[in-house]
């Protein structure tokens, strides 16, 4: 039997390293991002999660037509800058909500009106909810929200199990501006990504995609609506080392 996806952000990062391995196991993939999207086995329609007046539309022809899904990955999201929370802009703050917070639960209340069986819904998380390091700002904000929206949602999905997965750090373009561009002396939390880059400890994106296919059984074995960080399943003394246990 065909196992259906639903990724969002599949044109670089991990939404593209997902898409990639789901395809190598006989997925039928289906994903939308801004930008176009370089596999061509996946199901793609281009569109921008906050254009709510476009979007139900968008998610209609990408998908509408499916029996039911298997996993829905909601990725698609942006760091914003690395600094001080004090100076940071409140537009920037808002733009980051909007992408990371707000977008997702425009998906979320298209799927749940759409009324089709979801088995799985992943919610791609971060450490940086809970850790609250210097700098993260906007991003902590809104991926501290997104751990509250995936707990809100998990009573309002009978039959889907949800899920906020904190992935790890993986090496993306993403990686590229904290690697090269941010201040680590200003902002410490910087240096330990640093130092990981290259390693194993810092997979690329579709070794990422493998280890989150690898405990998606695992995150249906908790409650539905938990926040999880992969390394807690994965890597438990790397997991305790971090949140200093």
Sequence with gaps: MTRHAFITGVSSGLGHGLAEYLGQQQWSVHGCSRRDCDLPAVHHARCDLTDYSALPGALE??????????????????????????????????????????????????????GRPIRQIVMISSGAAVLGNKGWGGYALSKSALNMLAKLYAHEFAGTHISALAPGIIDTAMMDHLCDEADADAFPALRRLREARGTEIMPGPLGAAEKIVSVLASLRERPSGEFVDIREILAPELFAQLHGR
């Design 61 to 114: 022809g990408l998908i509408g037509d499916l029996p039911a899904l298997d996993l829905v990955v909601l990725n698609a999201g942006v760091l914003g800058e690395i600094r001080d929370i004090s100076s940071t802009p409140m537009a920037d703050m808002k733009q980051v909500m909007e992408i990371n917070v707000w977008a997702n639960k425009a998906v979320l209340d298209w799927l749940h009106a759409w």
